[in-house]
């Protein structure tokens, strides 16, 4: 069972450059997000979706871009890469029913520097 | 917004010692959860704890959901080299646009 599967696993980056971090998941979970972690600071929430077709802004959307054109996918764009986007990316997902249960599964990460 | 606190940063202890952390909220949450990152790793969900009150083991780990809501406590028992990482306690409230969130982090070293 591959679970979240992201790709790459590392990038390196110019000022400027864009790039699409690749998000999937097999579990046919409805919500799925995007977070960032930088040392020392937790997880901050980039962007999430509640299914497909519906993405919303979460604490730190700057820079940013996704869209959710199928329940498995989840892609997240960087337009125009700065040195303030070096972190370690990952991907989520869970089966959210709005009542309990929720289990969030992530991915193993893309550790992405932009120099 | 809501925050929650994970002290402290970093704990050190020795090889077969018990260990406790805990995670507080300045909000009430509906549902726990604890994670483990091993480096270079993504978070592994550990527990996850849905009512208040709730005491929940996973072999040597055992988690509570803290009656008033508003923390979560994490124990590991009989400490090995192999629980060395960075374990998170996240939370979530009820409602429709109810998100996740996440502590910064406890790293745990063990000492052989």
């Known amino acids: 069972n591959a679970g979240v599967t992201q790709t790459p696993k590392f990038r390196i980056l110019k000022i400027g450059q864009s790039m699409t971090l690749q998000c999937t998941q097999d579990?046919?979970?409805?919500?799925m997000y995007w977070y960032r972690q930088d040392p020392g600071m937790g997880l901050k929430l980039i962007y999430y979706?509640?299914?497909?077709?519906?993405?919303d802004k979460g604490e730190v959307p700057n820079g940013y871009n996704v869209s959710r054109s199928t329940t498995e996918d989840f892609p997240l764009r960087l337009e125009l890469a700065a040195p303030s986007q070096t972190s370690v990316y990952f991907c989520?997902?869970?089966?959210?029913?709005?009542?309990?249960?929720?289990?969030?599964?992530f991915g193993s990460g893309t550790q992405l520097s932009v120099l | 917004g809501q925050q929650l606190n994970q002290s402290p940063q970093s704990m050190f202890i020795q090889e077969g010692e018990d260990v406790s952390m805990n995670c507080t909220s300045s909000?009430?949450?509906?549902?726990w959860l604890w994670y483990k990152q091993d480096p270079g790793e993504g978070p592994v969900l550990l527990i996850a704890?849905?009512?208040?009150?709730e005491l929940t083991s996973n072999g040597r780990l055992t988690a509570q959901f803290g009656i008033t809501r508003k923390d979560s406590f994490l124990n590991i028992s009989a400490s090995i080299p192999s629980d060395v990482g960075i374990y998170f306690c996240?939370?979530?409230?009820?409602?429709?646009?109810?998100?996740?969130?996440f502590g910064k982090g406890i790293t745990l070293s063990v000492r052989p």
């Open positions: 989520a997902s869970s089966y959210w029913s709005g009542t309990g249960d929720e289990k969030l599964f």
């Open positions: 579990m046919n979970h409805n919500y």
């Open positions: 979706s509640v299914g497909a077709g519906i993405t």
């Open positions: 909000s009430i949450f509906n549902t």
């Open positions: 704890l849905y009512k208040a009150g």
């Open positions: 996240a939370g979530r409230n009820t409602g429709a646009n109810s998100k996740l969130t």
